[in-house]
């Protein structure tokens, strides 16, 4: 749950400002505890997102999920393609190691580590990336102190009491708060607005053997996010285009190992691709984020709960949820057009 937005966040309070950016972390803390409700509803009904869509609206619920959450999803591995690679220029930062030099050590790590297709194995060693995460951001807040200047299907069917998952999302939401509150504010308020909004918050910071290792715990947990993510993306690529290989023995043959090895390179290239032409972390991740996350978390689960079960709810929530749809979807459309358009302001003034 630890992601990479938490090193946005002084950016975000920076361009904010205190009082927007405070409500809008906790109106979404709010939302994110109601969305683990509506998933809890919705989750006897399919098992994988595509197949919610599809049981609550047919091929055009089965479509919105296309659109939205997996568009997110085949954006995933650019951000931590881009994020390994800044991190690698920072624990090198002696070495001035190139933007493209940095991308390509990234590429070649993860050529062999987007074989690996159990998600089990891949998912064993999420361990790694969280204590990694977790290096980073103590050491980049103590360094902010001393200096002068979330995929809910899958956790969902995997508990053995699902009713308790709404407690989950509650908990796991009011530390993530707490913790995002502390990055953004103390940054914001350390940092001010004169540092470059476009760098996560290991890369502003003044360089020395801490942020070395800082970067260090950062990569590690791009590295097994990576991993995660691009094991996602290949199957569902695959999940979608070639269904003869969904089989255990299919997947398992010489021509579904070929399969898997072509997507996942396809993969590793795109994010390679992506990365060193718009090294721009906080404006990539913006976008991605803003493809899928809001309708994924927010509109898309209250949709499909209105169409398979709105006798369910009381007059109050329905209502809600008419309201929550639109809202979430105006959002969404407004980060992604703006998001976009600082992309190109940003790259114009890179070219020029």
Known sequence: MLGLGSLTLPSVFARLGWVPALAIIAICALGTIYSGRLFTLLVPNA?????????????????????TVYLTIMGEPIIFHLTSMEALQQIFYRSRLSQGLAAAIVAAIMLPLGQIRGIEEVSAVSVVGTLGMLVALAIAAIKICVT???????????????????????????????????????????????????????SILPQDAWLMAANVGLLAHCIVAYMINLNIWTHLLLHLFVPSLNGVEESSSLKGRGAWAAVSTAGIALSWLVSITFPYFSTVMAIIAAL?????????????????????????????????????????????????????????????
């Open 148 to 202: 002068p200047h979330v995929n809910w299907m899958r956790y969902l069917i995997a508990m053995k009491e699902r009713r308790k998952f709404p407690r989950a999302v509650a908990a796991v939401t009011s530390v993530m708060t707490v913790v995002y509150l502390a990055v953004g504010s103390v940054g914001y308020y350390r940092l001010g607005s004169h540092f470059d909004l476009t760098k996560p918050l290991t």
């Open 47 to 67: 098992h994988v997102f595509d197949d919610l869509g599809g049981a609550a609206m047919g091929v055009w619920g089965r479509r919105l999920v296309y659109c």
């Open 292 to 352: 899928g996350d809001l309708a994924g978390a927010y509109a898309l689960p209250a949709l499909f709960v209105l169409y398979l079960m709105a006798h369910r709810l009381p007059r109050w929530e329905r209502m809600f949820c008419y309201v929550l749809i639109p809202v979430s979807l105006a959002l969404s459309a407004v980060g992604i057009v703006s998001s976009i358009r600082e992309l190109i302001s940003e790259f114009r003034g890179h070219q020029g």
